[in-house]
C-alpha cells in the first residue's frame, strides 16, 4: 500500500459547484496535514494547513482530517474557473524531520 | 521579497552531459528539498537538507547529486547516470520541524 493514495483525476465541473477533493494514507503518526495548489507549470503553492484531526475552514476552502479512518479531504465551495489547478495533498510530520510525502495530485477544471 | 529562486527556468541538455539546477533561499530555512515531478506521478523526493553539510537521500536518489556547503543554496546536479532525466524540477525550503513547504518556480529539464 502507498503512503499516500490520492485520485488524480481529472475532474471537471462546472462553475459554482461543490468539490470534493481527498486522499488516504497509511501512516498513523501523520500530524499535519497540508494540501497545496499548483498552477500549470508553476511551483505548488499552499493552500490549508490542518494539525490532527477536525475541520479548518478559509473562505471557500474547507480541509477536513479523520485521522480514525486515515482521510483527508478538501472542499470547495462555488468553485471558479481560477480553481483550475492540481491539488496535492501532503501528510507529515510523523517526526518532525520528516519530509512531507505528496498525493500524486488531482487535476481540477472548473468549467465557465 | 523572500523566497526560493531556480534557475534556470528551462535547460536543454544533451544525452551524456551533467547538469547543474541552481536553488536559493533567503527564508532564512534550514530544511530544504529538491523533489521530481513528472506528468500523472506527483512529487517524488530527491534529495533532502536539514543543516549545512548534511543531506539524505530521498525515494529516487539514483543519478542525482547535491551539496549543501551554504544555508542558502542547494544545487542538484544531474548526472548522466540518470537514465529518464527529463522532468520538472523543484526546490523547496522549510523550517526544520514544521513540515510547510515553500517551493520555487520549478525547472524544466529536456534531454534531447
Known amino acids: 500500500q502507498k503512503e499516500v493514495e490520492q485520485d488524480p483525476g481529472p475532474l471537471s465541473v462546472p462553475e459554482g459547484a461543490i468539490v470534493s477533493l481527498n486522499c488516504t494514507y497509511s501512516?498513523?503518526?501523520?500530524?499535519?496535514f497540508m494540501w497545496y495548489r499548483q498552477y500549470s507549470r508553476k511551483g505548488p503553492e499552499l493552500l490549508m494547513y490542518?494539525?490532527?484531526?477536525g475541520n479548518k475552514e478559509d473562505g471557500r476552502f474547507t480541509a477536513q482530517v479523520d485521522k480514525s479512518s486515515k482521510y483527508i479531504s478538501l472542499f470547495i465551495r462555488d468553485s471558479q474557473p481560477s480553481d483550475s489547478a492540481t491539488y496535492l495533498c501532503?501528510?507529515?510530520?510523523?517526526?518532525?524531520?520528516?519530509?512531507?510525502?505528496f498525493g500524486k495530485g488531482t487535476r481540477l477544471s472548473v468549467i465557465a | 521579497d523572500g523566497g526560493i529562486t531556480q534557475s534556470p527556468k528551462y535547460l536543454f541538455r544533451k544525452e551524456g552531459q551533467n547538469v547543474t539546477l541552481s536553488c536559493e533561499q533567503n527564508?532564512?530555512?534550514?530544511?530544504m528539498y529538491w523533489y521530481r515531478q513528472d506528468p500523472g506521478q506527483g512529487l517524488r523526493l530527491i534529495y533532502y537538507?536539514?543543516?549545512?553539510?548534511?543531506?539524505q537521500k530521498g525515494d529516487i536518489a539514483e543519478g542525482y547529486s547535491v551539496s549543501r556547503e551554504k544555508k542558502e543554496s542547494f544545487p542538484l546536479t544531474v548526472t548522466s547516470a540518470q537514465k529518464n532525466p527529463t522532468a520538472f524540477y523543484l526546490c523547496?525550503?522549510?523550517?526544520?520541524?514544521?513540515?510547510?513547504?515553500?517551493f520555487g518556480e520549478g525547472s524544466r529539464l529536456t534531454v534531447l
Open positions: 501532503a501528510p507529515g510530520g510523523d517526526s518532525g524531520n520528516t519530509p512531507l510525502v
Open positions: 523547496a525550503s522549510s523550517i526544520v520541524a514544521t513540515g510547510e513547504l515553500f
Open positions: 501512516n498513523s503518526a501523520f500530524q499535519y
Open positions: 490542518t494539525y490532527s484531526s
Open positions: 537538507s536539514q543543516i549545512v553539510n548534511d543531506f
Open positions: 527564508l532564512n530555512h534550514d530544511a
